[in-house]
């Protein structure tokens, strides 16, 4: 599971936002382990504490801001005065300090309060039970298997099994037209991968994927994409909806334009698979060929910005 995640960034915890941290969250909060000493957080809590240092500076500002304010009506006693110059002081350090999750120094052992259903995921040696797992889209999975060859799939007996599982999740019916939706996310999706993004659920923002130069621990996804096809049912007020909502978390918007083969074309490639000592991944290969793919970079025009 974590190394699907950590070369590649494939998945998603179930029980985490996307690196699946619940073990180690949950190992540090009921403190299952003493060697940890409180130092190995998982993302979650960092986010949680900086947070935290965040709403405690607000106020702190906030008291600050009122004090000055106080001195330039010439209204501050000798105390406030006092009060203000510790504030100045303490907002200097807040500026400039870092995440840090030291452990007391006293030693002093921090009680823990154990839920009830946290008596359900604790053995009877006091190890936590791996509830947690790794989820997969079907584009990932599809990928893992026919192009990385990474993972087993169990009651799939086939590549072209798999295939046809997938691309009947789109379809109600058990044969794949040349337009199934999962082979037109598919196309869109190795062709980012295999140009060295690393590809993510867009649904958050509307779209398809979104793309990483790195991945999700180091930067934020620079661009969104939404699949099309010359089927797709997209109006100018539907795409501009998309483009605003984009924009306005400093992200560039991609229409990926999928041309896919002839019904007539992909079902002769597919009657191949009746053959003998025929391999499916090459099969397979021949047919993702015929599909064709263009990216357009959608921009909003805005009068105020692009004034001459």
Known sequence: MLKLWRQGFFGKGILSRSEPTWEKRTITRLNLDNSNNGKDLAMEDITKKRREERK???LERA??????LKKRQGII????VEEMNKLEIQLTELRKIQVRFDKQENGEVKEIHIRDEDEDIITENGELLP???LQLQEVETFFLKFALQRIDIVNVDSLLDLFYKCCSHH??????TSNNQFIIEYIAYHYFRTNGWCVRSGI?????FLLYKRGPPFTHAEFCVLVMTKDSKYDWFQIAAKARVIGSVKKAFVLCYIEYPTQEEFDQILQKQNEEDID???LLKELLSKYKISEVIYKRWNPSRTRD
Do not use: V
């Open 204 to 208: 958050k923002f509307g779209t398809d």
């Open 280 to 282: 499916h991944g090459l």
């Open 131 to 133: 509830l947690e797992f």
């Open 171 to 176: 379809s109600f019916s058990p044969i794949p």
């Open 77 to 80: 006693t000798d105390e406030e």
């Open 56 to 58: 405690f500076f607000k």
């Open 63 to 68: 008291r600050f801001q009122e004090l000055e």
